[in-house]
């Protein structure tokens, strides 16, 4: 149990060190971000909100209150980390590398979350008392 929750923070820590160095370089660099969101094809108001929502994703997922909230989230990162890699290889502006690491990342981050949340439900419902059973 130990070893997986060292294994979901670390994968937890990357991915966030990932969408943060995005946030920033779309900041910094944004002259260079929007020429390749026109190249893409898609309109330069969507940097806003894109970084927007990564942070506000970023933050529901460290704080981790309401499980239906986080697999809404884990499917929005998802679809944009996806769409952006077909993006790149559609209009051969790259190859989306990065986009697969934040997928792979995203992916062990959400698995391994998933374990620790049912192991601690198991235990949990371990030592509650079945009354239900009797009556």
């Known amino acids: 149990m130990k070893s997986q929750k060292t294994f979901y923070?670390?994968?937890?820590?990357?991915?966030?060190?990932?969408v943060i160095g995005s946030i920033i370089n779309s900041v910094i660099n944004f002259?260079?971000?929007?020429?390749?969101?026109?190249?893409?094809?898609?309109?330069?108001y969507l940097i806003y909100i894109l970084g927007v929502c990564q942070f506000?994703?970023?933050?529901?997922?460290?704080?981790?209150k309401s499980h239906w909230t986080l697999e809404?989230?884990?499917?929005?990162?998802?679809m944009n980390y996806t769409l952006g890699?077909?993006?790149?290889l559609a209009v051969?502006?790259?190859?989306?590398?990065?986009?697969v690491?934040?997928?792979?990342?995203?992916?062990?981050?959400?698995?391994?979350s998933r374990k620790i949340r049912n192991s601690n439900?198991?235990?949990?419902?371990?030592?509650?008392?079945q009354f239900a059973k009797y009556i």
């Open 56 to 64: 506000i994703g970023l933050t529901m997922i460290l704080l981790n």
């Open 9 to 18: 923070y670390i994968a937890l820590g990357l991915f966030a060190i990932a």
């Open 31 to 44: 002259d260079t971000v929007s020429e390749t969101f026109t190249k893409l094809g898609y309109p330069i």
């Open 121 to 129: 439900n198991e235990l949990a419902e371990f030592g509650k008392p």
């Open 101 to 112: 690491v934040c997928i792979v990342l995203l992916f062990v981050t959400y698995i391994q």
């Open 92 to 99: 051969k502006d790259g190859n989306g590398a990065s986009a």
């Open 85 to 88: 890699a077909l993006a790149h």
């Open 72 to 78: 809404w989230v884990y499917a929005g990162f998802f």
